[in-house]
Nanobody, 116 residues
C-alpha cells in the first residue's frame, strides 16, 4: 500500500483557482497510474483526471480545458491545477494510485468548496 497525503483544498470563489497536491510515500515513476477523483455531497465518487506511467492523460468532460494534472517525480508528488472553478466543482478530492502490482491506494481527501 502506498501512503498518500492530499493538501490544497480550501474555500474559493467561483472563477478562482486552486492547486491540489498529493504526496506519495513511494517512487511515483514506478506507479502504473495516478489520478484525482472527487465526491460531491450525495453523489458517487467520479474520476476528475488521470495520468498513466507513459504520461498519457484523461480528463472528465466537465473539467477539460480548466484542470491540469501533472507530476513532479523528484518530489513524488501529484498535482491538480484547477482554474475557472465552478460551484459544481465542490466536493472532496481524493488522490489515487495504481502501483506496479495493480494495487489501489487512496488518500484521505481534501475539501474543495467553490462559493458562487
Amino acid at each position: 500500500q502506498v501512503h498518500l497525503v492530499e493538501s490544497g483544498g480550501e474555500v474559493v470563489q467561483a472563477g478562482g483557482s486552486l492547486r491540489l497536491s498529493c504526496a506519495a510515500s513511494g517512487k511515483i515513476v514506478s506507479f502504473r497510474a495516478m489520478g484525482w477523483y472527487r465526491q460531491a455531497p450525495g453523489k458517487q465518487r467520479e474520476l476528475v483526471a488521470r495520468i498513466a506511467s507513459g504520461s498519457s492523460t484523461v480528463y472528465a468532460t466537465s473539467v477539460r480545458g480548466r484542470f491540469t494534472i501533472s507530476t513532479d517525480n523528484a518530489k513524488n508528488t501529484l498535482y491538480l491545477q484547477m482554474n475557472s472553478l465552478k460551484s459544481d466543482d465542490t466536493g472532496v478530492y481524493y488522490c489515487n494510485v495504481v502501483d506496479g502490482s495493480y494495487s489501489n491506494s487512496w488518500g484521505q481527501g481534501t475539501q474543495v468548496t467553490v462559493s458562487s
